[in-house]
């Protein structure tokens, strides 16, 4: 019960420090991130090299994935949902195998990826949105990864 409200706690705090920014796949993310951290926080997906890298990686990837959709078809409202869920798909698998080679995997980063190219997908969308996505991201990342440092002696592996 301890970590689960400090779990939420946890969360509360990135929500309100990052008002200016709300995406129901974003956010998904990284309350899968508080998860990890809170349920199983000496395994090594919740390390801070792999909260933080991997998240890096994501974003990385994902705004690469959607940066080459808008070469390939120029303007995001020419944009269709295959095209977008096919860059989706594969910058999910790219996180993953770059996740692998840096040693930075972390599952939820998966979905920071696929989030970015859906953000960007969507009718609208403008690269302030996308920079906004990305300062979230990392910002979330770097607390939580702090909030589990600080509170490392008290946390026990719940599974």
Known sequence: MFQSTLAALALAAILLVETGF?????????ASSVFLVFVVPHSVASSTRRVVGGHI?????GVAAYGI?????????????????????????????????????HPPSAGTALSLVAIGGTVGATYGTILDAVWFII??????????????????NLL
């Open 22 to 30: 709300s995406n129901a796949a974003i956010n998904a993310s990284i």
């Open 57 to 61: 990686v994501g974003v990385l990837v």
């Open 69 to 105: 959709l808008m070469l390939i078809l120029g303007d995001p409202a020419e944009m269709s949902r295959q095209s977008v869920a096919i860059a989706g798909a594969a910058s999910v698998g790219v996180a993953i195998l770059l996740m692998a080679l840096t040693n930075t995997e």
């Open 139 to 156: 910002s979330a990342a770097i607390i939580l990864a702090l909030v589990r440092f600080i509170l490392r002696r008290w946390l026990v």
